[in-house]
C-alpha cells in the first residue's frame, strides 16, 4: 500500500467502485497521506471510461468526505477545548502557540465557521483540517453537516 499508493487506490477502486471511493475518501480526511489528488482523477477515469456513472462517483466521494469529515469532528469535540488549552499550557512554548493565539483562532472560527468549514471543504488539505476546530468549538452538528456536505460535493468533483 505504501510502496506505490496509486496502485492500491486504482485496485480498490477497480474492486469496489464506489463503495471504494467513499471508503478512500473518507480515509484520505482522516489520514491525509492518502492524497484525493489520486482518488478523484481516478474515480473520474473509471467513470469516464463506462465502468461507473461520473454523478455516482461524486456521491460516493461526497459521502466518504462526510463521514471523515464526522470522525475528526467527533475526536475534536470529545477531546474540547479544555484539553487544548492544558496542551498549549503545558508544551505551547515548544509548538510556538500561546493560548492567546488560540483564543484569537477561536474567536475568528466563532465568526466565519459556516463560511471557513464551505470554503475549507474545497481546498486539498485544509478539507481535513477545517474538521478539528469544528469539533473543538462544538459547531452545531446539523450546520457542520450541511456546510461540509455542499463543500466536498463541490471539492470532491473528479
Request: aromatic letters at 10%; one cysteine or more.
Amino acid at each position: 500500500m505504501l510502496a506505490n499508493p496509486a496502485d492500491w487506490v486504482t485496485d480498490v477502486i477497480d474492486s469496489s467502485d464506489y463503495l471504494g471511493v467513499a471508503l478512500l475518501v473518507a480515509l484520505e480526511n482522516v489520514f491525509p497521506p492518502i492524497p484525493s489528488e489520486i482518488v478523484l482523477p481516478f474515480a473520474g477515469f473509471v467513470a469516464s471510461d463506462g465502468d461507473a456513472n461520473l454523478i455516482g462517483m461524486i456521491v460516493a466521494a461526497t459521502i466518504g468526505s462526510l463521514v471523515g469529515a464526522l470522525i475528526l469532528y467527533g475526536v475534536s469535540a470529545w477531546v474540547g477545548p479544555d484539553r487544548v488549552g492544558q496542551i498549549v499550557v503545558r508544551y505551547g512554548r515548544w509548538l510556538r502557540i500561546t493560548t492567546d493565539d488560540v483564543v484569537k483562532a477561536e474567536r475568528w472560527f466563532d465568526r466565519y465557521s459556516g463560511r471557513a468549514v464551505l470554503l475549507c471543504r474545497c481546498i486539498p488539505l485544509i478539507r481535513s483540517l477545517i474538521s478539528i476546530p469544528a469539533g473543538f468549538r462544538r459547531m452545531a452538528l446539523g450546520r457542520f453537516v450541511v456546510y461540509t456536505t455542499i463543500g466536498s460535493a463541490f471539492g470532491t468533483v473528479p
